[in-house]
């Protein structure tokens, strides 16, 4: 397998404008599949905006954004046709009036109780369970942005301001998961962070972001196991 093969994202002079302002400017970015990312910075630097360009949630204003070798299919209205193996954390489809145990039953019939006690059991977690979806608060409706997130499959897994708001359980739990998800499945994971300490002991390659700007790309402290390389 040549070197090129093993990428599942290219970019190539990409940027993003918003109401005359540039918000993003990526000369080069090339991401390898089963590998996990940090995007770090400040912010306003652009990572929510380069996210939601990968996940095919915005498209960029110039350049181009290649998935798998080929750019995102679109549909006669101009609208992204997102693979479904790309999965966003936090784009789940919620059905916001529903008890959270409730809709994980539903969602989950088979491994609930399983879920209950891996995902639920903290001082934290376990208060989220009996709420309404549309009553939790950022914290609590991001860590059941990430419960769905680790019970998927997805080829790709992208995940914005990534544990910002979780207690130390819950970034423990988190991280656990995503490891067994990338090291089992071969997930490509991306994630988003403004705190170094929750991306360096984690990514294997962290990139900086500065007013949009890639300024430095770095190993992080993780490093793969192993040169297994998946077709995910």
């Known amino acids: 397998m040549n070197k090129k093969s093993t990428l599942i994202y290219e970019l190539k002079k990409l940027k993003k404008v918003y109401n005359n302002n540039p918000v993003l400017s990526i000369g080069r970015l090339q991401i390898h599949r089963g590998t996990i990312y940090g995007i770090l910075g400040p912010i306003g630097s652009g ?8 996940s095919g949630n915005d498209t960029q204003s110039e350049g181009a954004l290649e998935y798998d070798r080929a750019e995102f299919q679109r549909s006669w209205l101009g609208k992204t046709k997102v693979p479904d193996e790309i999965y966003f954390a936090g784009g ?13 039953d539903f969602c989950f019939p088979n491994k609930s109780n399983r879920i209950f006690k891996q995902y639920f059991n903290g001082s934290v977690s376990k208060r989220i369970l009996p709420l309404k979806i549309q009553n939790l608060s950022p914290g ?18 992208i995940q914005d301001d990534f544990a910002s708001l979780f207690d130390s359980e819950m970034q423990s739990i988190a991280r656990k998961g995503l490891r067994k998800m990338n090291k ?35 190993s992080g402290t993780k490093r793969k196991q192993n040169n297994k390389k998946y077709n995910k």
């Open 47 to 54: 990572k929510t905006t380069l996210l939601n360009i990968l």
């Open 184 to 218: 089992n499945l071969g997930t490509t994971i991306i994630l988003s962070s403004i705190n170094n300490n929750v991306l360096r002991n984690f990514c294997s390659v962290i990139i900086h972001l500065e007013n949009g700007h890639i300024v430095k790309v770095r």
């Open 92 to 104: 789940h489809n919620y059905n916001k009036s529903q008890i959270v145990k409730t809709y994980i």
């Open 140 to 157: 609590q409706k991001a860590w059941l942005d990430t419960v769905f997130a680790l019970e998927s499959d997805p080829r790709v897994l």
